[in-house]
């Protein structure tokens, strides 16, 4: 049997070390995209949407691709207990007011929580989390969010739309419908992973 050399050595273990790393990076997971538009075409094959900067983007579907139907609730269902999501942007004096909220299904607490940026505008965020006080003001309620790493108070002025979320299909992505698209770039091709859609022109606010 042949003796690898001390120089061929070095040489070897460079070698393994660089397959090693071109492995990793290749199994790493694609990062997601949310992108917000109109349904251009949608057929079993792709999804075809108009984007709010006037583009239009194509998306095949993944194979555990999912349709989920937001329509808006009553702001009653805003209650001490409930879990929610809420993008919000901040006032000149720091404090956060609501762009949206989103009651989710009991069946989803829990889901992202936590607090941190949001793409719908310059300098939102995202709060999940449990609303553990809720208080109505003069044309405003105030939320007291806990999640697990801490706690946000955010103002809900009214009139923001507030919104939930329930199992939806493939009949939602008629022309014209407003989603937002949750995507990966896979094999070179946009694909969808879940589509949040609204019902007879209704626009998810997320």
Known sequence: ????????????LAALLLAASTLATAQAPAPTARTRGTVEKADAASLVVKLKNGETMTYVYADNFVVSEVLPVEPAMLQAGTFIGTAAVPGADGSLSALEVLVFPEAARGTGEGHGPWDSQPGATMTNATVSSIAAGNGA?????RYKDGEKTIRVPDGVPIV???PGDRSLLVPGAKLMVISQVRGGQPTALRVLAGRDGFEPPM
């Open 1 to 12: 049997m042949p003796i690898t050399s001390g120089i061929a050595m070095p040489r070897l």
């Open 164 to 166: 939930t979320v329930k």
């Open 141 to 145: 309620r105030t939320m007291t969010l």
